[in-house]
């Protein structure tokens, strides 16, 4: 993924460009699947970008729509890169792939079980967790 849109929206969002934050996208960028703070903590460490630049980095990410925080098992929250689009994703329980899903019919069932109740939706968050065709295959 293109890190400079990414950059982009930080600056909008008032965040500055500095080579500690364009390192964390940047590394963020290349993952081809999920990661943890961790994985990218300690590729960035021996370039001296500490834990707390990290995780700010991940959380602000998170909050402009650009990672998804995943629960995966028992083991820490992994997280994906997005591209800041309203959108959910099927998570592989056994590798850990991550695959977006564009589409989304739950605003409708929300809306409805809402009214019903006198509930105000301000948002949701969906994930589906399983297997994907190649863990499928292993463990059948």
Same mark, same amino acid.
């Given at each position: ?9 930080? &600056? ?13 996208? /940047?590394?963020? *960028?290349? %993952? @081809?699947?999920?990661?943890? !703070? &961790? /994985? !990218?903590?300690?590729?960035?460490? %021996? ?28 083991? #820490?929250? %992994? ?23 564009? /589409? #989304? ?6 809306? *409805?079980? *809402?009214?019903?109740? @006198?509930? &105000?939706?301000? @948002?949701?968050? !969906?994930?589906?967790?399983?297997? #994907?065709?190649? #863990? ?5």
């Amino acid at each position: 993924m293109d890190v400079e849109p990414i950059l982009a929206r930080l &600056q909008a969002a008032g965040y500055r460009d500095t080579a500690p934050r364009r390192a964390v996208v /940047e590394s963020i *960028a290349r %993952r @081809g699947s999920a990661f943890t !703070v &961790q /994985e !990218v903590v300690e590729e960035l460490s %021996r370039r001296g970008i500490g834990r707390a630049t990290v995780f700010r980095t991940v959380n602000t990410l998170e909050e402009l729509g650009y990672v998804s925080r995943l629960h995966v098992g028992e083991e #820490c929250d %992994r997280y994906a890169l997005c591209d800041g689009s309203h959108h959910h994703h099927l998570v592989c329980t056994g590798c850990g792939d991550v695959y977006p899903l564009a /589409e #989304c019919g739950i605003e409708e069932a929300a809306a *409805a079980a *809402a009214s019903r109740v @006198g509930f &105000q939706v301000e @948002g949701h968050h !969906v994930d589906v967790y399983g297997r #994907c065709a190649t #863990c499928s295959e292993v463990a059948g």
